[in-house]
């Protein structure tokens, strides 16, 4: 990753409560001071110079960022309660031990939680993060999903997490910083930032409650066809921002299971494939007025561009470049 103060300057950002940074250190303690609100303590466990490097994106109640240390590191720290944090290995060469459990590269770290956290890290690890104000995403919640999200993160702890849960955290992360490494301009638009921290909230909301998705009991088909039906409405009424499934929830005032419950047994797909095939679709609406493929794709909240790629081809049977030119060659 290239050096990314040098492609952007902050005078230049749309937000002035957004800031971008990246910043590369040799010296743990240095870098153990980055993370501004987590009160990190940094032990050196392994033998050989440090080197690291964190990359940050900070909006007014979010936070997220990619950090890599070279060394095993004893790491410590504390959030504020008004906190939730989760973190996953994007890269790692080994386990580590996070609250006393292994952390495998399938896991995912729930920071939160009144005692703090301590956590062995291994060499050569990229950790990916996010903190959100509490208040913040619980507002994107139904009330059922709020008291799930506050029983989940009373105490910090690792949460083994499904491959597809991993693999759509994974991506998002190191897409949003290539995307922006590669693309600064994204940064100049206030909308575009708006879109990105709305995806980044409900990236963490579907990470929390996406283990904790149960069946409901058996709902009658014309109900849940009413769910369906207004949740498409809202989504077609808010073409200017990605609606997510926890915006669906508190919209219509039904739990996560039971949106689940009526695309599965209606439709024969989860909410959140629907809502992916929508803002495919708006994509390529965008497409025949958008300057770039890649300002349509991140409007849309899709940041992984090849990831991207490949699943709208497998939708639309083409790449989205083909259908970009052959829509400016139209115009």
């Not at 940050?56 to 410590?76: A, G, I, V």
């Not at 504020?80 to 989760?86: F, H, K, L």
């Not at 799930?148 to 105490?155: G, K």
Request: proline letters at 3%.
């Amino acid at each position: 990753m290239q050096s990314l103060p040098s492609i952007i300057a902050s005078s230049a950002l749309a937000d002035p409560a957004f800031s971008f940074n990246h910043q590369q250190t040799h010296d743990f303690d240095e870098q153990a001071a980055l993370l501004q609100g987590w009160n990190q303590d940094y032990s050196q466990i392994s033998s050989g110079n440090f080197n690291g490097f964190i990359s940050e994106m900070k909006f007014q109640d979010t936070h997220l960022f990619m950090e890599h240390t070279s060394q095993k590191l004893f790491q410590s720290g504390k959030l504020g309660d008004d906190v939730i944090a989760v973190g996953m290995p994007i890269r790692s060469e080994s386990n580590g031990l996070f609250c006393g459990s292994i952390s495998q590269a399938e896991s995912m770290h729930i920071f939160s939680g009144n005692n703090g956290f301590e956590f062995l890290s291994p060499t050569e690890l990229v950790m990916g993060g996010i903190s959100v104000n509490r208040a913040a995403l619980l507002a994107t919640l139904s009330v059922d999903d709020q008291q799930t999200v506050i029983d989940h993160c009373e105490n910090a702890h690792v949460e083994p997490m499904g491959m597809h849960e991993v693999n759509n955290f994974r991506q998002f992360m190191t897409g949003v910083f290539e995307t922006v490494s590669h693309t600064p301009a994204l940064l100049e638009d206030a909308q575009m930032i708006e879109s990105l921290r709305a995806s980044v909230i409900s990236l963490v909301a579907e990470s929390l409650l996406s283990q904790h998705e149960t069946y409901s009991d058996p709902i009658s088909t014309a109900k849940c066809w009413n769910i369906i039906a207004e949740s498409r409405e809202i989504v077609l009424s808010n073409q200017d921002n990605a609606v997510s499934v926890a915006d669906l929830c508190l919209k219509l005032g039904v739990s996560r299971r039971t949106l689940q419950y009526c695309f599965q047994n209606l439709l024969n797909i989860s909410p959140i494939a629907y809502l992916r095939a929508e803002r495919l679709n708006g994509v390529r609406h965008m497409l025949k007025t958008a300057n770039s493929v890649t300002e349509a794709a991140a409007y849309w909240g899709f940041w992984h561009f090849g990831h991207f790629s490949q699943e709208y081809k497998k939708m639309f049977g083409e790449l989205p470049s083909m259908t970009f030119k052959r829509l400016r060659s139209l115009n």
